[in-house]
């Protein structure tokens, strides 16, 4: 075999091995697209899913919040302390009324008076608020009001005596 031979033999070696690496390149390549394009059907497919059930894992998840053990407690628990401390400021108010009309013009009567009122509607404000929630209206005490009454003396956050009036 000639040089001439030779060289063109050594040149199309070279050539083929070229073609071989540029093919495997182009596997390569297209391999990894092709595992990208899936990763990221895949993710798109994942998402999707989370959004489609979201409605129903939700609704799951508050009634397991709802029901857990620990809110079912902590509900009672706070209702009936609430409802006990609206009862008890109720009748501070009926202490601090006898004293505002004993002394009128005695500055302290009238802000204590005053406090104990504007604390008292707090208390059942918070408490009809809670009643209301989802989480929690379900463990109030059978005992205990659904709502506390405007007109019930005994929770009216006024004095006794006062007129009884809607807010």
């Not at 596997?27 to 059907?41: D, K």
């Not at 463990?139 to 006794?160: E, N, Y």
């Amino acid at each position: 075999m000639g040089s001439f031979e030779r060289t063109r033999a050594t040149r199309r070696d070279v050539a083929d091995a070229s073609a071989v690496g540029m093919s495997a390149g182009w596997r390569i390549t297209l391999a990894a697209l092709a595992v990208a394009a899936v990763l990221g059907l895949t993710s798109i497919g994942v998402w999707y899913f989370q959004v489609a059930t979201s409605g129903v894992k939700g609704a799951g998840d508050a009634t397991r919040i709802t029901n857990d053990g620990r809110n079912r407690v902590n509900a009672q628990e706070w209702f009936v302390g609430q409802f006990e401390q609206i009862r008890s400021t109720d009748r501070r108010i009926d202490t601090a009324a006898a004293e505002l009309a004993a002394k009128p013009d005695d500055e302290f009567a009238a802000t204590n008076h005053r406090g104990l009122v504007n604390r008292c509607m707090e208390m059942v404000g918070a408490y009809n608020a809670e009643a209301q929630k989802v989480s929690r209206a379900g463990w109030r005490d059978a005992g205990l009001p659904d709502r506390i009454d405007d007109t019930d003396p005994a929770t009216d956050c006024r004095a006794t005596d006062a007129p009884a009036t809607r807010r």
